[in-house]
């Protein structure tokens, strides 16, 4: 049971890896061809984000808060829970094209708001490019069903490994497009513009978009029928459970939707800075791939490590047993700190030399991208800390508190976005960025008075000292990667560091093994003894390390 769990665990997490990877080849070949700070690069970045995060909006939070442990507990039944399972994946099925029916039929209000200040032909443009795309919304929903069905049966590899077969589809789409219609230009007008783009470049650039999407989704129906569990439409679905987490349900989905929608404003208020007459200005593209990129540390290292001590601070608070919660939520915090804050500095640090990954070489896109990178990645290290503290929350089955800490961040993003949109469009994205990173922090300083009142300190002191410790350790080593990148021209223009894509990469591949090899000595120096507990939830994941 042990080498079958390692085994799973190993596939899970090299799945996951790769389609990381190819996800960052993706997003620089889709600079390459159509540009970052372009117009058509806000058109198309903005149609083809609107179907995930109108998925997440209106359907993400029910899937996980509702069905999700229903699916667990229908795995009990007699049938192996053939028919609740046949009903589920019938409801949800229905309900997610209702949506989708739904919002395709209100593509052009929502691409009108969206692109308010955009020209009538580049709205005209995105609403084709969104007709192609929304139906994404479908197939992010099928996908989720079936892999949360897959996942309670133990066939974890399959849901892991599926979404990068949705990336290659997308690589070998944007190869293509570049060889047949050529790599955006910097001229006056560029190569790719809204006067000039064609039919065949959005079948290309959108339908490709669409097809990985569904390709992800459907390739789940092998290992679905392998599982043999003999399932078939079904319409019926009176009383058969879904109302037994309605309550909690509710509080999560509600949070949810909170969330997602003060995101969306910013969102919206991203897509509406464009570029007219060649200009090239920070606007959706750029505060996407530095959302991705700041998100990065999170979603390798914090989720893994949330993910083991969920458990535990689950089980302690049934048993009421404050103090293992406390020691659960002190380790989590303390370790994961020693990536996540490494790794926000080292974006930072590189964050020119990042920028020309995504700048299709253009010195100009990769600077702005650069900028809004480094002033986003100060919020790094708190969205893993808001994450564990919420965790806390949810493990005491209360998803009413962290509605109302959402709510009070939600009206920050608001009223922060509202500002920043107000500024000069070349400033904008910044100030965007600086409200992603705020409103972390405030999450955490609103969740810190929420345990402090439960739990008294929670053990804040040898929180404090680690996350000052590692920050010293980070801060030194910073200093030894700032000296490599500028011996490799990272603070001139001219510089090898910004010549082209490639010796971008080679900076930082040299410049961030010179400051991990210090960031290790340092946390040695400053005695930073949770370097090796960190290793132990990884190892779980990927045995061989």
Not at 8 to 26: D, N, P, Y
Not at 304 to 315: D, G, P, R, V, W
Request: hydrophobic residues 55%; proline residues 3%; contains cysteine.
């Amino acid at each position: 049971m042990a080498r079958t769990g390692a085994f799973s665990s190993a596939i899970m997490a090299s799945g996951t890896m790769v389609s990381r990877i190819l996800g960052f080849v993706k997003t620089i070949l889709i600079t390459i061809a159509i540009g970052s700070g372009t117009a058509m690069g806000t058109i198309f970045e903005t149609a083809n984000t609107l179907p995930n995060l109108i998925y997440v909006l209106v359907a993400g939070g029910i899937f996980n808060a509702v069905l999700v442990p229903q699916i667990i507990k229908a795995a009990k039944h007699d049938d192996g829970g053939s028919d609740f399972i046949s009903r589920l994946i019938t409801l949800a099925s229905v309900g997610i094209a209702a949506v989708t029916l739904v919002v395709v039929a209100c593509a052009w209000p929502i691409i009108s708001i969206m692109g308010q200040e955009w020209s009538d032909d580049q709205r005209a443009l995105g609403l084709v490019f969104a007709l192609w795309c929304l139906p994404q919304i479908f197939f992010y929903g099928f996908y989720t069903i079936i892999g949360q069905v897959l996942n309670a049966r133990g066939a974890f590899g399959w849901y892991m490994w599926s979404p990068v077969i949705n990336n290659i589809v997308a690589i070998g789409a944007l190869i293509y497009f570049i060889f047949a219609f050529g790599r955006q230009s910097a001229e006056v007008p560029p190569l790719h513009d809204v006067s000039n783009w064609t039919s065949a470049q959005t079948l290309v650039l959108a339908g490709s978009a669409t097809v990985g999407v569904a390709i992800q989704a459907l390739i789940l129906l092998i290992p679905l029928q392998r599982l043999g569990l003999r399932l078939r439409p079904k319409f019926g679905w009176r009383g058969i459970g879904l109302g037994d987490s309605a309550k909690l349900a509710g509080w999560t989905l509600a949070t949810g939707v909170v969330s997602n929608l003060a995101f969306f404003y910013l969102t919206k208020t991203a897509s509406n800075i464009i570029a007219h007459d060649g200009q090239i200005i920070p606007g959706i593209q750029a505060l996407n791939y530095s959302s991705m990129l700041y998100s990065l540390p999170h979603g390798v290292i914090g989720l893994s490590i949330a993910t083991y001590l969920f458990n535990k601070m689950s089980q302690a608070s049934q048993d009421d047993d404050a103090e293992n919660v406390v020691a659960a939520l002190s380790s989590g915090l303390r370790v994961s700190s020693v990536a996540t804050i490494f790794l926000a500095v080292a974006l930072i640090v590189f964050a020119g030399p990042v920028g020309m990954l995504f700048g299709n070489g253009n010195v100009t896109s990769a600077a702005q991208i650069g900028q809004t990178i480094t002033v986003i990645a100060l919020g790094g290290p708190f969205l893993t800390i808001a994450f564990m503290m919420g965790r806390v929350l949810y493990a005491q089955e209360d998803a009413r508190t962290p509605f109302f800490i959402q709510l009070v961040s939600a009206v920050f993003i608001v009223v922060a976005g509202f500002i920043a949109s107000r500024l000069d469009p070349s400033h904008t994205v910044f100030a965007l960025a600086g409200t992603y990173a705020l409103q972390n922090v405030l999450a955490v300083i609103l969740s810190h008075f929420v345990l402090r009142k439960r739990f008294g300190r929670y053990d804040g002191r040898n929180i404090v000292l680690t996350h000052a410790r590692v920050a010293l350790s980070s801060f030194f080593a910073g200093l030894f990667g700032a000296w490599a990148l500028w011996l490799l021209g990272g603070y001139s223009f001219n510089g090898f560091a910004w010549s082209s894509i490639m010796n971008a990469l080679i900076t930082i591949m040299v410049g961030g093994v010179v400051m991990s090899v210090a960031y290790y000595f340092f946390l040695l120096i400053f005695r930073v003894q949770e370097l090796d507990v960190l290793l132990n939830p990884l190892r779980r994941k990927i045995p061989f390390l």
